[in-house]
């Protein structure tokens, strides 16, 4: 029987170095609930010389990548580079080499997860990816095979800390978009180019993945309807305040007659909703299954520790696997084909703000489009009366997108109105 | 290869019925999860005649429950009966013949795990059990695995529904303990002898379960110091508010340097805590980990189709892991021995409502009795103020126990003092 299980990092940034951390700090905990001993082999860094955030010995390093993928040493392979490439020949290299994986590079598995997942079954080897989504919460697990006796209904999530801190800003403290990304960006919640957060790319490769697993159906990123939260405005929180709900980020996925309708857009929740109460930082991923009901997992979304944690539980899982001879059993779960719908067929609710002339009749000429259009108007209030211009709000019911749209461009080609300010979904 | 995994079933209660109904509503998605059949071949139940929750064919149904643990023919028995016997030696008979055992039987594992998991250990077969705590929330095998990455600081759980329904009316109606009670039990929330859930104890059952797992050493029920939440008045819950707090019946586990602090107790916990917001009768984990920092898990933590989730969950990890030849690994992680601290050890802030003469002088002399005793006082106010006597609301600061209990015998023989009423640790 084997007595070491040797790994090998690609990369040595915020998650690389917790990693390193996380990893040396419990080492004889480790020992006791694998059997054998975990030993970093090598670890892959683009420079030699650059300022670490852990103290690593200079003779773990190496700038030859290959030299930890094509390692015959080496069992486990470690991706924490992130991106698409090189991290995707890599894994596959070390897939084929009959290397387990350990990865949290959401973007490359909700681009190339087939290619990957078959590739680790081909080789009858595992790729672990709980990192992937929600940083150190347990999520694709508990998702793959604690809820598994479920049909979900519904995931829905708060899974961008950097969005989430700053809508939590914009709510606390009535200040605009740019401000509080600014304010994030100081603090070192948001990147220099934020991009990747605050339009909902990274939101929207997690999702993908989620609902690849919730719906045993392949979901790729860019299958994801996906809107960031440039366009909310301090009014926009604050009339969602005045009817009991906050605007979030949410990222969704749910299952209908006509296929998966999967999504990331600025969500407006009523304040009693669980992912209501989750601010700054955190993330939280609710679940909604038909026999569990509704279940909520909630943590630190980010972070080198945290997610460090997800990875290393993923290195402790597979090494005990290797000790115990029953690895490649972490299979693929994408058993079924189910459309992903166009975002037009979805059905929600919807919060309009929009710039109308304060005078008498205009609200009968919009009322008319959207009953014309088979948009029907749960409430409407208006603002500020008694300028020239108003703000009129609307909440529809639940409505297919489509028609909504259409209304919408009826409705701005009006003289009385002057423009649609924001739309956001709203969500139960 | 097996073709099909044959499960005996021992109860047919509300899980019980909860589980056969999940079994059979999703029989071809588990065939393509698991790769084989999962079939129900017998159910135990005490009388054949019984009206039941679900439609059940007759011929499943015996009353022998041998007939299930000895059959060569079942795979996997799955006790859902509860308390210690017969189940106790239901399961290890089923055990020691090579049976895998799916239980949600928290009694039983709080107080005769160890010989279970040996048992199981020595047959070389698994025994699973996410059903025995929270319900449907996955908690169990994410804490031992997906968590294992971390040294656990601490658990902190709402773990019964009952109870957090019963303090949820008391928050809302200012109602009495004996009235919220009744409105359980009217609802079907609280059985008709409350014991095992208002006294705490199955709480209790549970933290121990979750502190052998989160600190790898075996904590049994009577090692848990309990206390139900009968002694709790509105004028508790009112203070409480006063000082932004809630009441909840917290079960918790931490790791001190004189070993395990596990108790379950009501506590005075600040609203800005994740679990202040959990109400009714959900149930929530809060986990916090060296690592990772504070994860929650949030769910249904009863009732027959959620418990079935973690249930069926568990029959289809071991169905898979037949199929897969890879069973008898879900190990028993007590590899450590860590003693439990007395609870005259442990330390905790303190909320004290006590009757007092309304009347100069009385506060220095507690307070100088408080000092003796080193116990801090970190805010006191005097509520009613005018009569003959006043409640004094104390909260200390942090400060062990046997000191407390020591001042509070004697203020207690003070003339001044008429009583101490209430005696509730605070969490932060």
Redesign the interface.
Known sequence: MKKQINIGILGLGTIGS?TYS?LN??KS?YV??VGAKIAIKKIAVKSLNKKRLVKVPKSLLTTDVLSIVNNPEIDVVVELMGGINPAKDLILKALKNKKHVVTANKELLANYGKQIFDTAAKNDVDIYF?ASVGG???II??LK???????IIKVMGIVNGTTNYILTKMADEGSFFEQALSEAQAKGYAEANPKADVDGYDAAAKIAILASIAF?SRVVANQVFTEGIRAIKPQDIEYARDMNHVIKLIALAKENKEGLDVRVHPTMIPVSH?LA?VSDVYNAIFVE????????????GA?G??T??????D???IA?NII???TG?MKC?C??KKQVMPVGQIISSYYLRMKVADKPGVLAKIARVFGDKQVSIGSVIQKGHGGKLADLVFITHQTKEKNLRAALMLINSLDEVSKTNNVIRVEG
Chains 1, 2 share one sequence.
Not at 145 to 151: D, F, K, M, P
Not at 289 to 300: H, K, L, P, R, W
Not at 308 to 313: C, E, L, T
């Open positions: 917790g996380v700090s419990h905990d006791k609930r709980e150190g919460i347990p697990r508990p095979r604690e809820l598994a006796a479920n049909r045993n669980p109460a299954g038909d026999a569990v009901g509704e279940v909520m997992f909630f943590g630190q972070g520790k945290p460090a944690s997800a990875v290393v539980g290195i402790i899982d005990g115990d001879g029953r059993k779960t058993y079924n």
